[in-house]
């Protein structure tokens, strides 16, 4: 009898901890809310139940393209004719993996008849920006977003066979956690210091995220990584791997798009105009002429303005997600309206 009520003790002791822990995550979320994000493993779930025309593959940008294929679909009235592939932290060598070894086995897969079971793919577009190009080398396997965003399960286990357990690999469990958890605040914010930081502004009633010092301070780190992006653009590996993609993409006959991707403008001053923009500008626009497919620079020739991107300056907001979708299918997009040649 004494043993049954101590584990009655011990559970009611758990509960009440589950309880006060989810109700701090509930309090929390009004303090620093958490928004689920569009991420890599929702665009092959999309892919895999869907036959879209259009694959789009890039980084986190993806998901204003995500936008653009709703408007997409709304304009030519039917469903599901854009998915879009983000992958947090970019890199061309981290998009060819997940080309080849996440998409190309979906886009060639066939039926029992031996027809492919999604044979209305036909184009393919690649966003990129000058920071793919870029290779940062250190100690370990330096994509720490494979697989932390694009492994599978089967990937996990075979790179665990041959490497054992270590911090690389346990990105994959770590993306799986907050996965499972998408909507609480103190899984997302674990290891950060979002929430500390949300409650020190509620308390000094501070509105917006940085004080007008910190923005400043803020606005001339990216400029200065921009300026210096000159030095590090057109990594060997990196452009080997941009070739590969469209390589794969024209050999799969599909209609192939380069795109660089909008850049908030105060984040471009003339010296990264002058270099680092331009130069990766000729690097890109030349690998795609070469290799005979359409190129369209839209880094800094859109209508996006400084309001439309999030505030960590890299990101479009959602006004500025639908500013983008409308006026991108007005202009240098509008082919998409359309489509392509080679639709059975």
């Known amino acids: 009898m004494e043993e049954s009520s101590t584990w009655k003790s011990v559970f ?57 294929g709703q408007e997409l679909s709304r304009r030519r009235g039917a469903p599901g004719l854009l998915v879009s592939i983000p992958l947090e932290n970019g890199k061309l060598v981290p998009y060819e993996w997940v080309l080849k070894n996440r998409l190309l086995p979906l886009i ?43 492994w599978a ?46 409650v020190e502004r509620m308390i000094a009633g501070q509105a917006t995220l940085r004080t007008p010092e910190e923005e ?21 590996e990196q452009i080997v791997a941009l070739r590969r993609i469209l ?34 500008h000729h690097l890109a626009s030349g690998v795609a002429t070469e290799m005979g497919v359409r190129f369209i620079d839209l880094t800094l020739g859109t209508p996006l303005d400084d309001s439309d991107f999030m505030d960590d300056y890299d990101h479009v907001n959602a006004k500025g997600n639908r500013k983008f979708a409308e006026w991108a299918l007005d202009n240098d997009l509008s082919f998409l309206l359309e489509p392509p040649a080679n639709t059975p």
């Open 12 to 68: 009611l002791c758990a509960a009440g901890a589950l309880a006060l822990l989810v109700l701090a995550d509930v309090l929390l979320a009004r303090v620093a809310p958490t928004q689920p994000l569009r991420e890599l493993r929702d665009g092959i779930s999309d892919f895999r139940a869907g036959d879209p025309e259009i694959l789009v593959l890039g980084s986190s940008h993806g998901r204003t393209f995500h936008v653009l």
């Open 108 to 150: 060639t897969a066939t039926g029992t008849n031996g027809e492919r079971m999604r044979g209305n793919l036909r184009r393919l577009i690649l966003i990129t920006e000058w920071w793919d190009s870029c290779s940062f080398t250190g100690p370990g396997r330096p994509y720490w977003n494979l697989p932390g965003r694009a």
């Open 153 to 198: 399960f089967e990937h996990y286990v075979n790179d665990v066979i041959d490497t054992g357990v270590d911090s690389y690999n346990k990105n994959y469990l770590d993306h799986l956690y907050r996965r499972l958890f998408r909507r609480s605040v103190l899984v997302q914010s674990r290891g950060t210091s979002r929430i500390a930081s949300s």
């Open 216 to 236: 400043a301070s803020y606005l001339a780190a990216w400029r200065k990584m921009v300026e210096a992006g000159e030095e590090c653009i057109g990594a060997p």
């Open 247 to 280: 390589t794969t993409s024209l050999s799969l006959g599909l209609d192939t798009t380069v795109v660089l991707f909008p850049r908030k403008p105060a984040t471009i001053t003339a010296t990264a105009a002058a270099g680092t923009i331009e130069q990766f």
